[in-house]
């Protein structure tokens, strides 16, 4: 089992940043990427970046160009850069960890809360 815990979230102005973090706890060599999902009131559910073992990194359009993801595998932790941020990134932000060989993200943290006033 792997348990995910999510920091650094909190209130930040629009055009400023943050930096999430994620710890990843328990059988971390089960786990072959990362990501970050957010969840915004009456919106679905939207997954934000990814980054692989290897290195390779995905992301939505939403936030291409200002959100950086990253990893610190001897540290086992998870980063996500958030630069430029804007109103419509209000979110609560959950790290997730896919295990290996499965398609979907099946470990979630507890989430963290992103506000971004205008």
């Known amino acids: 089992q792997v348990q995910l815990v999510e920091s650094g979230g909190g209130l930040v102005q629009a055009g400023g940043s943050l930096r999430l973090s994620c710890a990843a706890i328990g059988n971390i060599g089960s786990i072959d990427a990362m990501g970050w999902h957010r969840q915004a009131p009456g919106k679905q559910r939207e997954l934000v970046a990814t980054i692989t073992n290897g290195g390779t990194t995905t992301y939505s359009d939403s936030v291409k160009g200002r959100f950086t993801i990253s990893r610190d595998n001897a540290r086992n932790r998870g980063y996500l850069q958030m630069n430029s941020l804007k109103p419509e990134d209000t979110a609560v932000y959950y790290c997730?960890?896919?295990?290996?060989?499965?398609?979907?993200?099946?470990?979630w943290g507890q989430g963290t809360q992103v506000t971004v006033s205008s």
């Open positions: 997730v960890g896919r295990r290996l060989g499965q398609l979907v993200y099946t470990y």
